[in-house]
């Protein structure tokens, strides 16, 4: 009789918990908001430190110093906007695609990498040194299958529209060396940056996304490297600058068209990267900073690293990504349209 009790509260007690573990699942797969990030050095948080030969890497000290006290493969002393808008999502930090041991992707996963462009072309000679756009696309093909064996299918079709896809990438395409670049008149060259980036919301869209977010061409040809070059540059560097605003007039045109006939249910922010980091180029002081920290690798870092924009010749410091991140998350419709990411994440990805 003890025996059979026993059974019957044990028969309870695996019946409660599993019922407990059905609801957590529902309500993670319903409320939580995940976060699949592309893109460049702006982004990358450590793929680059697991290519063979990448073309660059942020592996030597004192990148990470400010707040992770060692380097962490960030581009930057600490901090990245991706960094800061998980935090706003309440996840955790996103590890890199290419981390070893990485089995969980639910909160989502960082395909960025360092040098990455929009064309091909861009990197060509570089295969395998850096992770193009269209890598990272596959890639997250690859997660999809991991996340369905995880969650199940009902589930990682909930997950996948309610997430965020946050994207920097084509300014390498415009600031890097290329002959490519130097085939074709500006609009031509910035109407194939932004088709493959086309190509890539359309793939994403077709895995299950819904809701992007894109942070537009920085003002980095005043970053304290281009200016450097300038004189050396002439007449390529202004074509930098024009295209990097073509850019920024482009995309938000073509993402309003895929809605309107192809994606209907897309949904996105575009963020004006270029005014918000150019503001606090031509005027540091208003947002707390100076110009530039470190100019080299060789370079002596400065004291006080929170008191700079730059902290290397083109990549912000944690600082200036913190007050950028800011801006996505709840900014007005002069610097983020037609959604900031706080009221994107809350609109229906079904409607």
């Not at 929170?306 to 913190?322: C, G, I, M, Q, R």
Request: proline fraction near 4%.
């Amino acid at each position: 009789m003890e025996s059979e009790s026993s059974r019957f509260h044990l028969c309870l007690l695996v019946l409660c918990a599993s019922l407990l573990i059905s609801s957590s699942n529902q309500n993670h797969s319903h409320n939580h908001v995940a976060l699949f990030i592309f893109g460049d050095s702006l982004f990358d948080s450590g793929n680059n430190n697991y290519l063979k030969n990448a073309i660059g890497r942020a592996n030597f000290w004192p990148y990470g110093e400010t707040f992770f006290k060692q380097t962490a493969g960030r581009f930057s002393d600490g901090r990245l906007i991706s960094d800061f808008i998980a935090e706003y999502l309440k996840l955790p930090l996103i590890p890199p695609y290419l981390q070893p041991g990485i089995h969980q992707f639910t909160d989502g996963v960082n395909f960025a990498s360092g040098g990455a462009s929009a064309l091909v072309e861009t990197n060509q000679g570089n295969e395998g040194r850096v992770m193009e756009l269209k890598t990272q696309v596959l890639y997250l093909k690859n997660v999809k299958k991991h996340i369905k064996q995880q969650i199940g299918d009902p589930e990682t079709r909930t997950l996948l529209s309610r997430a965020i896809y946050l994207i920097s990438i084509g300014g390498n395409d415009y600031l890097a060396p290329s002959s490519v670049f130097e085939s074709f008149p500006i609009e031509e060259f910035a109407g194939m940056v932004v088709g493959n980036i086309t190509s890539a919301i359309k793939d994403i869209y077709k895995i299950g996304g819904r809701k992007f977010a894109f942070v537009g061409m920085g003002a980095f040809d005043c970053a304290p490297k281009m200016r450097a070059l300038k004189q050396h540059r002439g007449h390529r560097d202004k074509e930098a600058t024009s295209l990097a605003k073509l850019h920024d007039e482009v995309l938000p045109k073509v993402l309003k068209e895929l809605k309107s006939h192809e994606l209907k249910k897309l949904k996105y922010l575009y963020f004006d990267f270029y005014t918000t980091l150019s503001q606090r180029i031509n005027n540091p002081s208003k947002y707390g900073t100076k110009s530039s920290c470190r100019i080299s690798k060789d370079y002596k870092v400065c004291e006080d690293v929170s008191e700079y924009l730059f902290f290397d010749p083109v990549h912000p410091t944690e600082k200036a990504y913190k007050q950028l991140a800011k801006l996505i998350w709840s900014g007005g419709h002069n610097v983020s349209w037609p959604y900031n990411l706080k009221t994107l994440v809350e609109t229906d990805p079904k409607t």
